[in-house]
């Protein structure tokens, strides 16, 4: 968590640490985080913090440590609970609130006041959440650490708490970081990688069940921590049945069992290439901050940059005889095509051309007017849309953007990616499940190609339809389901179903219980069967009906209206029984062992987070020098800055017609192309020109028209690249450089181009062509594919789709003589690659 104490000398009061204990089962993360606090001001304080969560993480307990005290707090109506907490500091006594920021749910904040001079503070809240399946089999945890401003899109009036959190220059929190998990399987545990460095993997178990780990140093704070857990056989369907909670009624939530099926539904893949049917949408973000680095690695390439390697490799993917268009956004958008072409090898070859002068530059992250755009464009009949969202931002109007693509849930489906640290969970999350896709993250050292080509060979399955689930109980016993069940079935994508176990009969150790999944494939009917035992686990955390109860309410939250009556009581009923924070609840909790009221007026303290940095590789604008004449129009910002000399806009001025940016000692974000989105109001300030505008004329600006403003008084100059900055161009990789000459058709041209993608000669390449009455394309396929299988094996997931459309080009053009080309090939590029690669 990133956060600390200053006092009003601005100097630190130290969070002394943050402790963070994880317990991974399977698929499933507890997590503890206790944050230590010391109050080194001469009078109390109130430490108001704002950190990340996962929007689909269940907070279900909130407690302090105070002066010797545990003061467990108690979830209450969210209105009630601010009441009691406001009533507790105006009483001199020291009590805590913990609550959601809005309705998206990855947002919290807490809030800790009266803490007495001189005196600690441990604060823990418990949360648990699922842990994503990675395309390599992983289990990922990621304990959020980044929290970006808000980017508040033109003409939303929502409120914002990210803005008004304080920053500091990375490396200048005062505090340390710890972690520890302990990891359980029965499946056995293989290994743990992170982007942090960890100690060794300790096995507690002989048989390799479960083993610890823990971060070796403290983590850098410009990232999320990140575990990522490899288990010996993760592909396994399971349940995970818990008892219900004592003394909770039976019948209720949390009285009965709950139960955590996982399946993963083997289904019969379409053939990769074959179909023509889809309109594929792309929507990439352009703001400012797609300009920055995948990772921090030294060299590490542009989120942009690999955006446009993932369009490269989606284009050339698509289904010959299909539709497509790409879209990009920031402050304003723009679209390839005013709707959707067929794709041929000339519109191919055009977007190709677009998508390489593609830049960041379009200042914001404005995602609902080209969402809006898209679902008015008409659809194409008989090819099915489907909608791939890129972005790295945060936006304050997320639930409007997720409401809009739930209306066009029926004609569409979106597949989604967060780019970077901090991306928005709500956002990405939220418009995959929408519109019945699937969400990806990137961050750290992953590569974005194989999730984007992975969700695009979901879209180019069939339909699932049908869906069913049917369970086999003995008799006295029944599940109900809770929530809508699985919508949206992908091969080899985990199924999670929650389910609430009613009816307690007497039943044998040996008792057993199956659940049956059955769904409709075009004309063929499939079924996936698991048989559990039906022991109940023991336990007091109860994480599954934890998960149960937050999967209900992020449902009934995005279904229900929370101003009738009933809904909310629907909603708030759930959080109550539950423990679960919801948007209409909170957590608090008041010290009344103290025996005399907390003395002293209460100094208010907001806990800074990391500063956000612009790339190494943006090109700076730069700053005049500040010789002002009272003449001159001035930009001036309120309030202190904490952004890099990069995240600067500047002029080059003329004479007549000067703004001049002023800052007293800090540079200042004065565009929507701050790396970050970064928002601030500023100031247009005219200075006297008597007759007109007296003293001083002040028109205020939004930061999305402040370039506009800008650009109008002074022309921008970029500075001229230095020699440390043109090393940083990323070289293309040379499986880019091969798929970027591959036809719309799925072939290739027997040219130099190619030749030199294959290292070798183009005479080479021709003379030991097999025979001369064969057309060149065809053996320039088959030289092609055969480096796929050998140069590139380990990026499979990067051109699988592309070389299955070009084998099957290539099996109906040789004919009897693929197998003489396929030898060839091997003899000219060293390899050896085997027939069934050509299904020989």
Same mark, same amino acid.
């Given at each position: 968590?990133?956060?600390?104490?200053?006092?009003?000398?601005?100097?630190?009061?130290?969070?002394?640490?943050?402790?963070?204990?994880?317990?991974?089962?399977?698929?499933?993360?507890?997590?503890?985080?206790?944050?230590?606090?010391?109050?080194?001001?001469?009078?109390?304080?109130?430490?108001?913090?704002?950190?990340?969560?996962?929007?689909?993480?269940?907070?279900?307990?909130?407690?302090?440590?105070?002066?010797?005290?545990?003061?467990?707090?108690?979830?209450?109506?969210?209105?009630?609970?601010?009441?009691?907490?406001?009533?507790?500091?105006?009483?001199?006594?020291?009590?805590?609130?913990?609550?959601?920021?809005?309705?998206?749910?990855?947002?919290?904040?807490?809030?800790?006041?009266? =803490? *007495?001079?001189?005196? %600690? +503070?441990? #604060?823990?809240?418990?949360?648990?959440? $699922?842990?994503?399946?990675?395309? @390599?089999?992983?289990?990922?945890?990621?304990?959020?650490?980044?929290?970006?401003?808000?980017?508040?899109?033109?003409?939303?009036?929502?409120?914002?708490?990210?803005?008004?959190?304080?920053?500091?220059?990375?490396?200048?929190?005062?505090?340390?970081?710890?972690?520890?998990?302990?990891?359980?399987?029965?499946?056995?545990?293989?290994?743990?990688?992170?982007?942090?460095?960890?100690?060794?993997?300790?096995?507690?178990?002989?048989?390799?069940?479960?083993?610890?780990?823990?971060?070796?140093?403290?983590?850098?704070?410009?990232?999320?921590?990140?575990?990522?857990?490899?288990?010996?056989?993760?592909?396994?369907?399971?349940?995970?049945?818990?008892?219900?909670?004592?003394?909770?009624?039976?019948?209720?939530?949390?009285?009965?069992?709950?139960?955590?099926?996982?399946? =993963? *539904?083997?289904?019969? %893949? +379409?053939? #990769?290439?074959?179909?023509?049917?889809? $309109?594929?949408?792309?929507?990439? @973000?352009?703001?400012?901050?797609?300009?920055?680095?995948?990772?921090?690695?030294?060299?590490?390439?542009?989120?942009?940059?690999?955006?446009?390697?993932?369009?490269?490799?989606?284009?050339?993917?698509?289904?010959?005889?299909?539709?497509?268009?790409?879209?990009?956004?920031?402050?304003?958008?723009?679209?390839?095509?005013?709707?959707?072409?067929?794709?041929?090898?000339?519109?191919?070859?055009?977007?190709?051309?677009?998508?390489?002068?593609?830049?960041?530059?379009?200042?914001?992250?404005?995602?609902?007017?080209?969402?809006?755009?898209?679902?008015?464009?008409?659809?194409?009949?008989?090819?099915?849309?489907?909608?791939?969202?890129?972005?790295?931002?945060?936006?304050?109007?997320?639930?409007?953007?997720?409401?809009?693509?739930?209306?066009?849930?029926?004609?569409?489906?979106?597949?989604?990616?967060?780019?970077?640290?901090?991306?928005?969970?709500?956002?990405?999350?939220?418009?995959?499940?929408?519109?019945?896709?699937?969400?990806?993250?990137?961050?750290?050292?992953?590569?974005?190609?194989?999730?984007?080509?992975?969700?695009?060979?979901?879209?180019?399955?069939?339909?699932?339809?049908?869906?069913?689930?049917?369970?086999?109980?003995?008799?006295?016993?029944?599940?109900?389901?809770?929530?809508?069940?699985?919508?949206?079935?992908?091969?080899?994508?985990?199924?999670?179903?929650?389910?609430?176990?009613?009816?307690?009969?007497?039943?044998?150790?040996?008792?057993?219980?199956?659940?049956?999944?059955?769904?409709?494939?075009?004309?063929?009917?499939?079924?996936?069967?698991?048989?559990?035992?039906?022991?109940?686990?023991?336990?007091?955390?109860?994480?599954?009906?934890?998960?149960?109860?937050?999967?209900?309410?992020?449902?009934?939250?995005?279904?229900?209206?929370?101003?009738?009556?009933?809904?909310?009581?629907?909603?708030?009923?759930?959080?109550?029984?539950?423990?679960?924070?919801?948007?209409?609840?909170?957590?608090?909790?008041?010290?009344?062992?103290?025996?005399?009221?907390?003395?002293?007026?209460?100094?208010?303290?907001?806990?800074?987070?990391?500063?956000?940095?612009?790339?190494?590789?943006?090109?700076?604008?730069?700053?005049?020098?500040?010789?002002?004449?009272?003449?001159?129009?001035?930009?001036?910002?309120?309030?202190?800055?904490?952004?890099?000399?990069?995240?600067?806009?500047?002029?080059?001025?003329?004479?007549?017609?000067?703004?001049?940016?002023?800052?007293?000692?800090?540079?200042?974000?004065?565009?929507?192309?701050?790396?970050?989105?970064?928002?601030?109001?500023?100031?247009?300030?005219?200075?006297?020109?008597?007759?007109?505008?007296?003293?001083?004329?002040?028109?205020?600006?939004?930061?999305?028209?402040?370039?506009?403003?800008?650009?109008?008084?002074?022309?921008?100059?970029?500075?001229?690249?230095?020699?440390?900055?043109?090393?940083?161009?990323?070289?293309?990789?040379?499986?880019?450089?091969?798929?970027?000459?591959?036809?719309?058709?799925?072939?290739?041209?027997?040219?130099?181009?190619?030749?030199?993608?294959?290292?070798?000669?183009?005479?080479?390449?021709?003379?030991?062509?097999?025979?001369?009455?064969?057309?060149?394309?065809?053996?320039?396929?088959?030289?092609?594919?055969?480096?796929?299988?050998?140069?590139?094996?380990?990026?499979?997931?990067?051109?699988?789709?592309?070389?299955?459309?070009?084998?099957?080009?290539?099996?109906?053009?040789?004919?009897?003589?693929?197998?003489?080309?396929?030898?060839?090939?091997?003899?000219?590029?060293?390899?050896?690659?085997?027939?069934?690669?050509?299904?020989?």
């Amino acid at each position: 968590m990133s956060c600390g104490l200053l006092n009003s000398s601005n100097e630190p009061v130290p969070l002394r640490s943050g402790s963070v204990t994880v317990l991974i089962r399977g698929f499933v993360a507890d997590v503890s985080c206790e944050l230590l606090y010391r109050n080194e001001e001469q009078g109390p304080v109130e430490a108001v913090f704002v950190f990340p969560v996962d929007t689909e993480a269940a907070v279900y307990a909130f407690e302090a440590h105070l002066g010797g005290t545990c003061i467990q707090a108690q979830l209450r109506e969210k209105k009630q609970a601010q009441e009691l907490y406001g009533d507790a500091l105006a009483g001199g006594q020291s009590s805590f609130l913990l609550q959601q920021e809005g309705t998206k749910g990855d947002v919290f904040s807490c809030s800790l006041g009266n =803490l *007495p001079p001189g005196e %600690e +503070a441990a #604060l823990t809240l418990r949360y648990v959440c $699922e842990l994503p399946l990675e395309p @390599d089999g992983a289990a990922r945890y990621m304990l959020p650490a980044v929290l970006r401003p808000r980017y508040t899109p033109h003409g939303w009036d929502g409120e914002d708490v990210t803005q008004g959190v304080p920053r500091v220059p990375q490396g200048e929190l005062p505090y340390t970081l710890s972690l520890s998990a302990t990891l359980q399987s029965p499946h056995g545990i293989d290994r743990v990688l992170s982007n942090c460095s960890l100690t060794p993997l300790s096995y507690t178990a002989g048989n390799r069940t479960s083993a610890q780990v823990s971060l070796a140093e403290v983590p850098p704070w410009d990232r999320d921590v990140e575990l990522l857990v490899y288990y010996t056989e993760p592909h396994k369907p399971s349940a995970m049945l818990e008892i219900g909670l004592p003394g909770a009624e039976p019948g209720s939530l949390m009285g009965d069992p709950a139960m955590m099926v996982t399946l =993963l *539904p083997s289904l019969p %893949e +379409a053939v #990769l290439g074959q179909s023509s049917a889809g $309109e594929f949408i792309f929507l990439l @973000d352009r703001s400012g901050s797609m300009e920055c680095p995948m990772d921090s690695r030294d060299r590490s390439p542009q989120r942009i940059d690999s955006a446009k390697e993932t369009l490269v490799l989606l284009l050339k993917s698509l289904p010959l005889g299909c539709y497509f268009n790409i879209y990009s956004f920031g402050s304003q958008f723009e679209s390839f095509y005013p709707q959707s072409v067929g794709y041929t090898q000339q519109t191919m070859a055009k977007s190709l051309q677009r998508v390489q002068q593609l830049q960041a530059d379009l200042g914001g992250t404005e995602i609902l007017a080209p969402l809006q755009a898209i679902y008015r464009s008409p659809c194409q009949d008989g090819h099915p849309r489907q909608l791939f969202v890129f972005t790295d931002g945060e936006v304050g109007n997320t639930k409007e953007v997720i409401t809009e693509v739930q209306r066009h849930r029926g004609s569409h489906r979106c597949f989604s990616f967060g780019i970077g640290e901090g991306a928005s969970t709500a956002l990405v999350k939220g418009i995959a499940q929408a519109a019945g896709g699937s969400a990806e993250f990137i961050t750290g050292q992953d590569r974005m190609q194989p999730k984007a080509l992975q969700s695009l060979k979901r879209a180019l399955q069939p339909a699932m339809t049908r869906i069913s689930l049917s369970w086999d109980l003995p008799p006295g016993m029944e599940a109900a389901l809770l929530g809508r069940g699985p919508e949206v079935i992908f091969p080899g994508q985990r199924c999670l179903i929650y389910a609430q176990l009613r009816g307690q009969p007497q039943l044998p150790d040996t008792a057993m219980g199956g659940v049956t999944l059955q769904y409709r494939i075009q004309d063929q009917t499939y079924k996936e069967t698991l048989q559990f035992p039906l022991q109940p686990q023991d336990g007091d955390r109860l994480p599954v009906h934890r998960l149960a109860a937050k999967s209900l309410l992020l449902e009934l939250e995005g279904a229900v209206d929370t101003r009738s009556e009933r809904d909310r009581h629907q909603v708030l009923e759930t959080s109550l029984s539950s423990g679960v924070v919801c948007s209409l609840t909170a957590y608090v909790g008041v010290g009344t062992e103290r025996g005399q009221p907390v003395q002293g007026p209460l100094v208010r303290q907001d806990i800074p987070l990391t500063a956000f940095y612009a790339a190494p590789r943006r090109k700076n604008l730069l700053c005049s020098p500040m010789g002002r004449s009272p003449s001159v129009p001035m930009i001036q910002v309120q309030g202190p800055s904490c952004v890099s000399v990069d995240c600067a806009m500047a002029c080059n001025f003329d004479n007549s017609s000067d703004v001049q940016v002023e800052s007293r000692c800090l540079l200042i974000p004065l565009c929507d192309t701050h790396p970050q989105g970064f928002q601030r109001e500023v100031q247009l300030i005219f200075p006297a020109k008597a007759a007109r505008s007296g003293p001083r004329a002040i028109q205020k600006f939004s930061s999305g028209s402040t370039e506009h403003v800008l650009r109008k008084y002074c022309k921008l100059r970029a500075p001229p690249e230095t020699t440390s900055q043109k090393e940083w161009a990323p070289e293309e990789s040379p499986l880019l450089r091969l798929v970027s000459l591959q036809n719309a058709d799925s072939s290739w041209d027997l040219d130099p181009q190619l030749a030199a993608a294959l290292g070798v000669s183009e005479t080479s390449a021709r003379g030991r062509m097999p025979s001369k009455d064969m057309a060149p394309s065809i053996w320039a396929t088959v030289l092609a594919v055969v480096w796929l299988h050998s140069r590139a094996v380990g990026q499979r997931d990067e051109w699988e789709l592309l070389e299955a459309k070009a084998v099957g080009w290539v099996r109906g053009r040789a004919g009897p003589r693929l197998s003489e080309c396929l030898e060839a090939a091997n003899t000219l590029l060293g390899c050896s690659v085997g027939p069934a690669v050509f299904r020989l």
